[in-house]
């Protein structure tokens, strides 16, 4: 069983930055593929960022060249800094990691974009 908990979210100002960061139990981080997802009020959960084994990424165009995702396999962690706000990137957003036996997701850190 792999637990994930994510952090870092809360208020911010259009066009400002927030770093999200998401850690997870155990040392076998590095085994998985790492994502970001949110969930905006009454939307259904939505992709944002992948980041594989290798370190290749992927992003959604929303987000594209305003977010990144990267990972550090020896803390375990995976983040996402996000710049360039806007208040649709209003959500609850949730780590995820793919593993070749199941696949776990974090319980959420919320992030509000508001003048």
């Known amino acids: 069983q792999v637990q994930l908990v994510e952090s870092g979210g809360g208020l911010v100002l259009p066009g400002g930055s927030l770093g999200l960061s998401c850690v997870a139990s155990?040392?076998?981080?590095?085994?998985?593929?790492l994502q970001w997802y949110r969930q905006a009020p009454g939307k259904e959960r939505e992709w944002v960022a992948r980041?594989?084994?290798?370190?290749?990424?992927d992003y959604d165009d929303s987000v594209k060249g305003r977010f990144t995702i990267s990972r550090d396999n020896a803390r375990n962690m995976v983040f996402l800094q996000m710049n360039n706000l806007k208040p649709e990137d209003t959500a609850v957003y949730y780590c995820?990691?793919?593993?070749?036996?199941?696949?776990?997701w974090g319980q959420g850190t919320s992030v509000t974009v508001s003048s």
């Open positions: 155990g040392n076998f981080l590095s085994m998985a593929r």
């Open positions: 980041i594989w084994q290798s370190g290749a990424t």
């Open positions: 995820n990691a793919v593993f070749s036996w199941g696949v776990y």
